[in-house]
């Protein structure tokens, strides 16, 4: 893979991940006042920039989308769920404030890394693309993601567009970063095409 490949890698999943970014920021804001309808569009744009560069069927491409979409729509709830059952109420749920502080941080941790999981999971399976460099590389991407939502979901501001958007720049350079690095040996004339040195080190 070239240099002016692997920076496609980059950019276009920042794009994508960055208008969606802008999408669910303006819908928050000014068009739809709600975060549902953004969020969707910032997932079918981010996810379609992961697989834009790939030399795969539309119909694969489409696949890979959905599966995608389908994880946030089973995440996010249960992310806003958790958020407004330990985080909003006046009384924690434990008597215990160290308790009530770690099982939220593990919950909030885990978001990033389940996400991460299946998207690593559902790209591996469709692009042939190794599993570990797109995990943690994405449950990276979505902290990014997940950890400023809380407080940009509830902000009516210009200032939450702009999050939103350096946000999803984030992300997708991150999540492009896995697929580049997931690559695996590609069959060329019948034959294997060999990984140089420099890859093999730079791969991990």
Known sequence: MTKREKIKYLLVPAIGFGIGGALLGLGRVILFQRIELGIILFVLLGSFSLVALENIKLYKKTLVVLGLLLIWVIVIPAYILGFLVFVLPDSPPFDSMFLTTLIFSLFFLSGPVIVGLFYALVLSLVLKIRV????????????????????LVFANSMTAILGFILVGIISGLFLGWGVC????????????????????????
Do not use: H, M
């Open 181 to 204: 690095k997931g690559q695996k040996l590609k069959k060329i004339g019948g034959r294997k095409e060999k990984k140089s040195p420099e890859y093999e080190k730079t791969s991990i």
């Open 132 to 151: 570990w460099p797109v995990f943690w590389r994405g449950a990276i991407g979505f902290l990014f993601i997940l950890a400023p939502l809380s407080n």
